[in-house]
Structure formats: structure tokens, C-alpha cells
């Protein structure tokens, strides 16, 4: 018996020697190609790129994983301790192997001939996760024990847990436990009870197969086994198991929540983003921070698109989508397969015509059920005929619509439904800090995904009138004044740079001789705009237009140039009106406020040039210090003296309380400055429109240029959609008075000639100048107008 004990123990050493020899020459022949586990500790995980509002709200996420890295200490306990029961309850005990897994494992290959899981551990699988692939081989499980051994001496339990929990994909391209509270649930992972933890504990083992939304009942089964194993471990009570097992199913698919809706801002940042990084921008957990408002940027999606819409109605119903006839009595499930294929666009949702008779109609609309549509909300929909003409106005609903018929409905804010249609005709709105370019919101059309060129950026239209202001800011630093006279009448013009004989007119069609410019801008007058632009010359307009950031080679150079037949985006009137509303100093617009790396390590931080408070009432030889070029941030550069600026503020403040921009006091202040623009034939409409704080240029036309209709002009189609954006933007802003700068000085002057008025004078206005054009001439007391041409006078100008 001895003997047999003696050679038992020597067959043991010999054997445990081969095995030893045998582990190492396998660690020898595996070393040279293992990766190195250290590198664990500076692991960046796949994370997609985000883009928030000023405020923090998300507003975009770009990338194939969604994953929200947490740190262990905002990890549950009990999401913990559900991961451990059904994944690797030795956790803690084991250095990396399992050994007694392992060996279930061997004896199940043994017994059954099927390879098991093979008893991993949760070290095991981060090996696997982070360094080898998913085959099973004998080879690779040999590698993955070997690194898991390593991962232990290189990480603590609770590190290797957190990578673990970080990494490991849970369905539904939710990476981490994080990533899947959000995705199953809808919110943090802090927020979620005992049998939504153990639903994302039971994942790990086989993410479809036991998913919550795509498998429910096995996905059930899954998580009742792993709150048992809880129970049998003793994390929980059996009370706790009981009552966890009785909890319904509340997982539900929840996309990552947009609380700012501005696709076209969040692309214009994507493309500029890949540009920099390449395309592994989508997963290196970049955070661009914006300055993008929540508040502007909803208003400037919703002015827009009512804009357009009621643009829409003013031209009459092109039709429904489709008429669909039903050969049995129709039921929710028809409705539902016949407008499967229509989605909703913006504020517009599909629905079909179910009844109807002469005064309502009902209305399926998917997710909603059935709605009515009542003839007041359709009288607008008679027949289009042409961009100008329209059919008869409906008098009842059945004059529009039929049972069947397909169409767009839309919900106002009072809970009342319309009949819609999506626009044809396109817009654009961009809202701008005049101080330092910062970019409150923008919208570059009706719906991204329906169309996404970025109108606001890309578009280059004719801004036609609301190009005035630089012609006019121009003629005031030729010696030009608000009172100066030009003669509002016809002419004809044979320019060698125009292709025909050109006789240009004011859309009134009308003449009113002798007009002050001060009067010209604020109604708008053409022939006023191209005298004055023949006097001081198309070159010198140009030249001076291109301080405030236009392309001059965009810029014609002949006097058509005066009714802005160049070509600009809106983005580039946002940046040459800056310089009108903040004092007369050129600011660049810009959107990235800064980025930041996944760990919250700034990369980038903005410092645009701003406008100083000092500067404001400087002329340009009492600049500050902070002037400086060496000193940060750097101030704007001056491109308009504070008496011209002064001027320009003043006239357009006019144009508002008595010209083209009028329905903008409707707002109720008296603060708001700007000037319509709208191009020959009515192709393009503008507003480009400002407070101290905030300058905002809307647009509207169609993409492919065409006439927008008869009195479709920038007051009628733009200002509307200005009105509604500065109507929310501007509620809590208080009321900001025209300072005067220093060298100016109000004179009484008669309104006929531009002079100092006669003491007797009933007729006298008020006007500034700069102390250096106080006009020295008395007005003529009366008669000095005979068949609407001035007299002799010092200060009028007659150039054709």
C-alpha cells in the first residue's frame, strides 16, 4: 500500500512538472504576440460625438455606439450585484480564473462533446472584449487565461468591473450599462429599481436573444433567473425576489433624447468636425458645445415653418398626396397600411379622410386616431392655378377633400387641426450676437430631412433693397447726410456693363421727386439708391461693402448694384448687419463655443473678436488699451465711424416706425431697426432686421429661383417669420435707447429741402448730422418746388 501511495505521488510531481513545463512553453511560445494588459489603464472607449446647446442640451449624437461611460462610483450597488449572481459570482474571490468554472467546463466538453461557454470570468471576458476576438478556440481561451491573470496584477476588482460594465454590448447599439438605462428605459442608470437591473444584467449572455423589446417572454425568463440568483447568492431578500418577479416588462425602445432640435447646425459641425478629425470623430467622445440657444433655436424652427406655411395657404391647395378606395368598410388597420409610407415632416402629419360631410371631415392620423377637420380650417385650400392665380374659395369640405384621400394636417397651438400641405417655397432664418458673432440659432429650411441643403450658410441670393444700407453708410462717408436731396425720378440707363437699355423703377411704380435720403431708405426708392450710387461710384461701393464681409467678387459693377443684385447667404448679411447694430464693428458669426474630450479636456475654446463696451462711443483715435493686438480677447476691428453708425441706426429705426419693416411694431418697442429686401420679379424676400443684442435675417424663395407672386415682398413673405423669432427672442430684453455719439448735433430743418429750417417754418423736422454737415444755408420760405424739380439750392443733388 505504501509502494502504491509512493509511485501515486511521484506519478502526481512528475505530472504537475509536465504540467508546469507545459503552461510555461505554451506562455513562452504566446508572450511575444500578447498585447500589453497595462494599456487598460488609459483605455478610451468608443464614444459618439455629441453636440450640445449653450445650455447643455443635446442637440445631436453622431456615431455608430451608444455608450455613456460612468465612473464605479455612479454605478448602482445593486446593478452590481445583479451583473455578479449571473455572470461571475467568485468575483472577488478568483485572481482571473475561475478554476472551478473552468473545470465544469472540461467536464461538460467530457461528458457531452459540446463546448460550454467556458466558464469565464468577468476578467476573462474583458480580455476577450478589449483584446482578442469572439472565436471559440482552445488556442485563444489558452490567450485569454493568460492575459486575465495579467489584467489582475495591472488593475484593481472595482477597475476591471468598471471597464467590464463600460464595454460590454447590450442590444440595440447600446454599449455599457449606461448607454442601456437609456436606451431599454429612458433614463440614468440611477434612476432605475431592482427588476430593471436585473433585465440589464441578464443581457451580457446573449443581447438579442434575451432582449426586452425584440424577445419579451425569453427575455422574462432571463431576468427572473438572474433575480434568483441574487436571492441564492443572498444580495436579496425573498420578499425583495418575490415582488421583483412580479413586475411586468417596462422596457421600451427610447432613441437618445433631442432636446434641441437644429439638424442643420449639429451637420455643419459634423462636416467641419470630419475635416479635422477624420471619421474617427464618431468615436472618440468629442463634446462640442455650441452657441446655439434652446429658446431661440425652438422659436426659429417654428417662425419659419409657419412662415411657410402660411406663404403656402396664400397660393391655393395643390392637392391631396393620394387617393386610396377601399373595397370593404375601412378599419384602423387599413388606415394604418395606407399611410405606412407617408411620414411626418415637421409640423406635418399624415392622415386619411375616413368620413365627411359638408361642413367636417374626419381625419386617421397614425398614433393619434381619428381627428376632425372642419371647413374653416380648409377655406384657404381653393385650387392653385398658378404662383398668382387660384380657384374659387371652397364652401364646403367636400368642394377639397373625399373619403380616402391622403393628406397633411397640422395642430396649432390651441389643439386645433388644418389642412396642410408641404411647401414648395424653402426659407432660411439666422440669429446672430452682434458683439461677438455668436450664433443664437439657425435654420437653413422647412425640414432637414426632407431637404438638407443648408439655405442659411450655402444659398447665395440676390438680397436686392436690404443691400441699401451699405450704399447709403457708404454715401454718408462721401459727405452724404440724411437730409442730402435726390431727385426721385425716371431715368434711363444705356451702361455699357448691362445688356439692354435699362429703365429701372420703384415697385410702387411710382415717382416722387426731390426725396431726402433719410426718406429714400425708409421707403425703399430705387432711383434714389442708383443715383446715389452713380455719384459715388460702383467701385468705391464695392470696395466699401467688402469691409463688412461681402465677396466683392460677387458684386456687379454697374448700378444695378444699388438694388443688391449680388449675391450673398444669409449667413453673410448676419455678419455686414452685425457691424450696423453693434456700433460699427466687423464680428465674424461662428456656432463651436468649444470642444471638449471625452474625459471634459478642453480642445478648442472659441475667442472670437468682440465688441469692448469702451469702444462703443470712441472714434477711432480713443480706442482703450485692451486694443492692443497682443492683449486677449481680441476687440473688433472699426469699420463704420460712430456718427455714421449713428445715422444708419437712426434710419433704419425709421424704417421700422414708418417704412417697409412697419408691421414689426406690432412687438410693441422701440428699439428694432432693419430693411426689407426684395428682388426683381419677387424672386427672392428678405428681412434683415436687429435690436442692440441680437441682429436676425430671415428669407424666403425657392430653390430653384422663380417669381414668389404678386406683393410677395420682404414685409409680406420674410417679416412675418422675423416678427414670430424676436417676438420670443427679445421677451425678456429690455427696451436699449440710440445713444448719440460724441460730434453730432440735432438741427430743426425744413423736410422739402434738407436745409435749416426758417424760423417761421411749420413744417420743420428734426435731423442729426455730424457737427462738420450742419447744413449753413437757410431753406427758401416757399414756391422753391416748380413741376417737381428743386431750385437752386447748396445742399441738393441733381445728377441726371
Keep these: 500500500m505504501l509502494f502504491f501511495i509512493r509511485r501515486l505521488l511521484t506519478l502526481i510531481i512528475v505530472i504537475a512538472a509536465l504540467m508546469t513545463v507545459a503552461i510555461s512553453a505554451i506562455y513562452l511560445f504566446l508572450a511575444p504576440d500578447l498585447p500589453d494588459t497595462t494599456t487598460l489603464n488609459d483605455t478610451q472607449l468608443q464614444v459618439p460625438l455629441r453636440i450640445f446647446s449653450a445650455e447643455g442640451s443635446l442637440m445631436a449624437e453622431f456615431g455608430e455606439k451608444r455608450r455613456i ?35 465544469r467546463a472540461v467536464y461538460s466538453l467530457a461528458t457531452t462533446g459540446v463546448k460550454a461557454q467556458g466558464g469565464s470570468t468577468i476578467t476573462m471576458q474583458v480580455a476577450r472584449n478589449f483584446f482578442l476576438t469572439r472565436e471559440k478556440t482552445y488556442l485563444r481561451k489558452l490567450t485569454e487565461i493568460i492575459l486575465s491573470l495579467q489584467i489582475e496584477q495591472s488593475l484593481s476588482k472595482n477597475e476591471i468591473l468598471t471597464l467590464y460594465l463600460n464595454k460590454i454590448y447590450l442590444g440595440n447599439r447600446a454599449y455599457g450599462v449606461g448607454a442601456a438605462a437609456n436606451v431599454y428605459y429612458g433614463k440614468s442608470i440611477q434612476e432605475l429599481n431592482l427588476p430593471q437591473f436585473a433585465m440589464i444584467a441578464g443581457l451580457p449572455k446573449a443581447p438579442s436573444a434575451f432582449n426586452p423589446i425584440a424577445n419579451p417572454d425569453r427575455a422574462l425568463l432571463r431576468r427572473d433567473y438572474v433575480l434568483r440568483r441574487m436571492w441564492d447568492v443572498g444580495y436579496i431578500s425573498q420578499q425583495d425576489y418575490l415582488t421583483a418577479i412580479q413586475a411586468p416588462i417596462t422596457a421600451s425602445y427610447h432613441s437618445r433624447g433631442i432636446e434641441v432640435y437644429a439638424p442643420y447646425v449639429a451637420e455643419m459641425i459634423r462636416t467641419q468636425l470630419i475635416e479635422q478629425y477624420g471619421e474617427e470623430v464618431y468615436d472618440i467622445g468629442l463634446n462640442v458645445y455650441t452657441t446655439i440657444k434652446a429658446k431661440h433655436q425652438q422659436a ?60 367636417m371631415a374626419e381625419v386617421y392620423i397614425k398614433s393619434v386616431g381619428i381627428i376632425e377637420l372642419k ?11 398658378s404662383t398668382n392665380s387660384r380657384g374659387k374659395t371652397p364652401r364646403k369640405v367636400n368642394d377639397v377633400l373625399s373619403v380616402g384621400d391622403i393628406i397633411y394636417v397640422t395642430k396649432d397651438q390651441d389643439g386645433q387641426w388644418s389642412l396642410a400641405q408641404l411647401p414648395q417655397v424653402e426659407g432660411a432664418l439666422i440669429a446672430v450676437s452682434p458683439q461677438d458673432g455668436a450664433i443664437t440659432a439657425l435654420n437653413g429650411g422647412f425640414e432637414y430631412f426632407q431637404n438638407k441643403f443648408n439655405r442659411a450658410t450655402q444659398s447665395r441670393r440676390q438680397p436686392g433693397s436690404g443691400f441699401k444700407p451699405f450704399i447709403y453708410s457708404a454715401a454718408l462717408e462721401k459727405g452724404y447726410t440724411a437730409a442730402s436731396i435726390i431727385n426721385d425720378a425716371p431715368v434711363v440707363l444705356d451702361d455699357a456693363s448691362l445688356e439692354n437699355e435699362w429703365r429701372p423703377q420703384n415697385y410702387s411704380q411710382k415717382f ?13 426708392r430705387n432711383l434714389v439708391s442708383i443715383r446715389l450710387l452713380r455719384d459715388i461710384t460702383p467701385d468705391y461701393a464695392i470696395e466699401y461693402a467688402g469691409r463688412f464681409g461681402f465677396d466683392t467678387e460677387q458684386m456687379p459693377h454697374n448700378l444695378s448694384l444699388a438694388l443688391g443684385s449680388g449675391s450673398a447667404a444669409p449667413w453673410d448679411m448676419a455678419r455686414a448687419y452685425s457691424a450696423i447694430a453693434n456700433g460699427g464693428y466687423r464680428i465674424e458669426p461662428y456656432v463651436i ?20 463696451e469702451a469702444c462703443l ?58 430693411k426689407t429686401g426684395t428682388t426683381n420679379n419677387q424672386v427672392d424676400a428678405w428681412f434683415n ?42 421677451d425678456d430684453v429690455p427696451e436699449a435707447p440710440l445713444i448719440e455719439p460724441v460730434g453730432m448735433i440735432t438741427v430743426k430743418i425744413d423736410p422739402y429741402t434738407g436745409l435749416l429750417a426758417s424760423s417761421d417754418s411749420r413744417d420743420a423736422i428734426d435731423e442729426t448730422f455730424r457737427t462738420e454737415d450742419v447744413p449753413t444755408h437757410m431753406a427758401m420760405p416757399s414756391n422753391y418746388i416748380s413741376n417737381g424739380n428743386v431750385q437752386e439750392s447748396p445742399s441738393s443733388v441733381d445728377l441726371f
Design 617 to 674: 462711443m470712441a472714434s477711432d483715435s480713443q480706442l482703450p488699451e485692451a486694443a492692443n493686438d497682443s492683449l486677449e480677447p481680441k476687440p473688433a476691428e472699426r469699420i463704420m465711424t460712430p456718427q455714421n453708425n449713428y445715422i444708419m441706426n437712426s434710419m433704419m429705426r425709421d424704417v421700422v416706425r414708418y417704412g417697409t419693416g412697419r408691421k414689426a411694431l406690432t412687438l410693441g418697442r422701440n428699439d428694432l431697426a432693419g
Design 300 to 359: 426659429a424652427n417654428k417662425a419659419l415653418q409657419s412662415a411657410l406655411l402660411d406663404y403656402d395657404k396664400r397660393h391655393g391647395y395643390r392637392g391631396v398626396l393620394k387617393h386610396v378606395s377601399f373595397d370593404e368598410t375601412p378599419n384602423q388597420e387599413t388606415f394604418e397600411q395606407a399611410i405606412t409610407t407617408f411620414d411626418t415632416i415637421g409640423p406635418l402629419s399624415p392622415g386619411i379622410v375616413s368620413t365627411l360631410d359638408v361642413s
Design 593 to 612: 463655443q468649444r470642444i471638449e474630450d471625452a474625459n471634459g479636456k478642453i480642445l478648442m475654446q472659441s475667442q472670437p473678436a468682440t465688441v469692448c
Design 512 to 524: 416722387y421727386g426731390p426725396t431726402r435720403l433719410r426718406e429714400g431708405l425708409i421707403h425703399s
Design 375 to 385: 371647413l374653416a380650417s380648409m377655406t384657404w385650400a381653393s385650387k392653385q392655378l
Design 69 to 103: 461611460p460612468l465612473e464605479h462610483e455612479e454605478i448602482p450597488e445593486q446593478l452590481i450585484q445583479a451583473v455578479l449572481a449571473s455572470e461571475d459570482a467568485r468575483f472577488f474571490e478568483h485572481h482571473g480564473v475561475d478554476y472551478k468554472g473552468l473545470l
Design 689 to 730: 432686421g436687429f435690436h442692440p443684442e441680437l441682429v436676425t435675417i430671415s428669407w424666403v424663395g425657392f430653390d430653384s429661383p422663380k417669381t414668389l407672386g404678386h406683393y410677395e415682398t420682404g414685409g409680406r413673405a420674410a417679416l412675418p417669420m422675423w416678427i414670430d423669432f424676436m417676438r420670443v427672442a427679445l
